[in-house]
């Protein structure tokens, strides 16, 4: 069991470019969700997903970010046009219901914007 | 919506025991969870607590009190190793459509 899975551990990307950070939640989990981690400070909400739906992206910017998580493969989280403010911890974790209280959590994903 | 209010810094000896509080504020609530997370990982579960009490799973115990809005988790015997961050988090709502909302965390040091 592999537990979840996210690539890449660490991206740099220069101001202006695409990041896309990808994460395959745990085998039979169909929950996905991503938070987002500053030094010293907790994880906060993003965006919850099933299998081609969104269900909650309350916590994520209007503009410049995007989840997906198909039929098919991982789940992506995409952010455009980078700015030195995206810099940060992205997590992944999965769930196998709705309403489970213990998530599964991938190692993160250490964006940093130069 | 939520909050969720833990301090920020714990420092403790080893050997010892640590209690780390936590209180919420929520619309509705469906109980407290808590997590570690040593520097550089991944969050990990802990416990959970959905009713009044205190349970117990080895060294680490987790007390919830619905009325006061107020849970703890407590850590016996600290080791080393038991050096990370510990985060509540809630769920203010039944439903499996809304995720769990976490408190800053609360840094704790265990020293010899």
């Known amino acids: 069991n592999a537990g979840v899975m996210q690539n890449p551990r660490h991206l740099v990307r220069r101001r202006g470019q695409e990041a896309r950070l990808r994460c395959s939640p745990m085998k039979g989990h169909s929950h996905v969700y991503w938070y987002r981690q500053l030094p010293e400070e907790g994880l906060k909400f993003m965006v919850y997903?099933?299998?081609?739906?969104?269900?909650?992206e309350s916590g994520m910017p209007k503009e410049r970010f995007s989840a997906e998580f198909p039929k098919e493969g991982p789940s992506i989280l995409r952010i455009q046009q980078v700015v030195r403010g995206d810099s940060a911890a992205y997590f992944c974790?999965?769930?196998?219901?709705?309403?489970?209280?213990?998530?599964?959590f991938g190692s993160g994903t250490r964006l940093t914007v130069v | 919506g939520q909050s969720l209010e833990q301090p920020s810094e714990v420092t403790a000896v080893e050997g010892a025991i640590v209690q780390i509080n936590c209180t919420y504020q929520?619309?509705?609530?469906?109980?407290l969870s808590w997590y570690q997370q040593h520097d550089g990982g991944a969050p990990t579960f802990l416990s959970y607590n959905a009713l009044d009490g205190l349970e117990e799973t080895g060294r680490f115990s987790s007390f919830l009190s619905r009325s006061d809005s107020y849970g703890y988790l407590l850590l016996q015997e600290l080791q080393m190793k038991d050096s990370a961050s510990y985060f509540c988090a809630v769920r203010d709502q039944g439903s499996g459509n809304t995720p769990l909302v976490f408190g800053k965390g609360t840094r704790l040091s265990v020293i010899a």
């Open positions: 997903l099933q299998k081609e739906n969104i269900i909650d």
């Open positions: 974790a999965s769930s196998l219901k709705g309403e489970d209280y213990g998530y599964t």
């Open positions: 929520t619309s509705g609530f469906y109980g």
